[in-house]
């Protein structure tokens, strides 16, 4: 056998993010080739160490390498010669993304861990931060004014607790998160079902520049990729995978946002549901997931309480401030708050404790910045 007929391996204690990045021609190159995909870009890159490795090897060997086929082998080689991607590199310069490899640092750990995460993520803006808490809230194109007015303000309410809102920018409750969530000075993330060029639907363009500037706008699709129903579900399951949980506000039973409520369940992330009108054919989903587990939620400090999460505010720039440490009653206590004000009265009712506790308690949670005191003995989250 010919010397180019063997695979030859790329040292496994090296990764080859760095190969990546400074070859983008190749790697888009290799990337866009017919057959290869996610799966088979990574056994290749992972074997071989680039794209540049890749294109040297021969047909024969290539066809050594596990899961591909003498036609992938061959497309390879094709492209190793003519070179595809040209027009894929100058359409991600003009619209301002970049690609991220699953072997760079920036790729978020949480998707890492679903079964099938995308060998590329093309981003405008960012990537949520490795330490960065995120929850998806995802519903119906057509919700009720109740949708709207409960996804703009869980959205919001997280936002201001430093927790990331991942959606799907499309209309409805998807739309009404990303605006909630700038609203309260958050950091939001918008999955597309089509190529990282492309705004869809086309009256989003405005709140996708913001949310680009903010948080960003993420696509496992090549540039040029037009929407397409049948790319709505892979969109799904990365929407699942970027967070720690998934709310779902408004939907019917076969709702995509069904779809990425089961995405969670197989990546092991938290179900949520807000409850509706039984009248309301838009709340049929939503009750099926209660009936079967999901988590009835009636505000944000449901959703944080669940993900294990302390309400935390963010600096200047946006980051989540170190969160402060709670004892067990202060934990307890701020589970009973929002941004509501509530008299000290009710709150004593509510947790079932002596009136001098609860006020200790209160007391720390204002001094840690947690809490606002009002005239007249009215405590609310503080909004920051």
């Keep these: ?219 496992e699709f090549l540039p040029g990729t037009q929407p397409d129903p049948g790319l709505f579900p892979r969109r799904n399951r990365l929407i699942s995978g970027l967070s720690l949980g998934v709310l779902v506000i408004q939907g019917d039973i076969k709702s995509g946002a069904l779809i990425t409520a089961r995405c969670a369940l197989e990546h092991n992330r938290e179900v949520f549901a807000l409850p509706g009108s039984v009248e309301d054919r838009r709340s049929r989903g939503p009750h099926s997931l209660i009936r079967e587990g999901a988590t009835l939620i009636t505000s944000s400090q449901d959703v944080v309480e669940a993900i294990g999460m302390q309400f935390r505010s963010t600096d200047e720039r946006g980051i989540p401030r170190p969160m402060p440490v709670l004892n067990a009653s202060e934990q307890q206590l701020v589970v009973k708050l929002s941004f509501d004000p509530i008299h000290i009265d009710q709150l004593v009712r509510n947790l079932g404790l002596p009136v001098q506790s609860v006020l200790a308690d209160l007391l720390g949670l204002e001094m840690k910045g947690i809490i606002s005191q009002l005239p007249g003995k009215l405590f609310q989250l503080r909004r920051v």
């Design 1 to 219: 056998m010919k010397s180019n007929d063997q695979v030859r391996l790329f040292p496994q204690n090296h990764l080859p993010a760095a190969a990546l990045r400074d070859d983008p021609l190749g790697t888009l190159t290799l990337f866009k080739v017919p057959g290869v995909g996610s799966v088979r870009f990574r056994i290749l890159i992972g074997l071989l160490g680039s794209p540049a490795e890749v294109f040297k090897a021969s047909e024969t060997a290539l066809k050594n390498v596990p899961g591909i086929d003498s036609h992938t082998a061959a497309a390879i080689r094709s492209a190793s010669i003519n070179g595809t991607a040209e027009k894929v590199l100058r359409e991600l310069g003009d619209c301002g993304a970049r690609y991220v490899s699953i072997w760079d640092e920036e790729y978020p750990a949480q998707l890492k861990e679903i079964h099938d995460p995308p060998a590329l993520l093309f981003v405008r803006g960012s990537l949520p931060a490795q330490e960065e808490a995120c929850v998806a809230i995802v519903g119906t194109r057509d919700p009720s004014l109740y949708g709207i007015q409960q996804s703009h303000r869980i959205a919001e309410e997280l936002a201001r607790q430093g927790i990331g809102v991942v959606s799907g920018m499309a209309r409805g409750v998807d739309t009404s998160a990303h605006e909630g969530c700038l609203q309260g000075e958050g950091r939001t993330y918008a999955v597309f079902g089509c190529g990282i060029d492309t705004i869809y639907p086309t009256e989003n363009k405005s709140i996708a520049k913001k949310i680009e500037t903010t948080g960003g706008l993420i696509s």
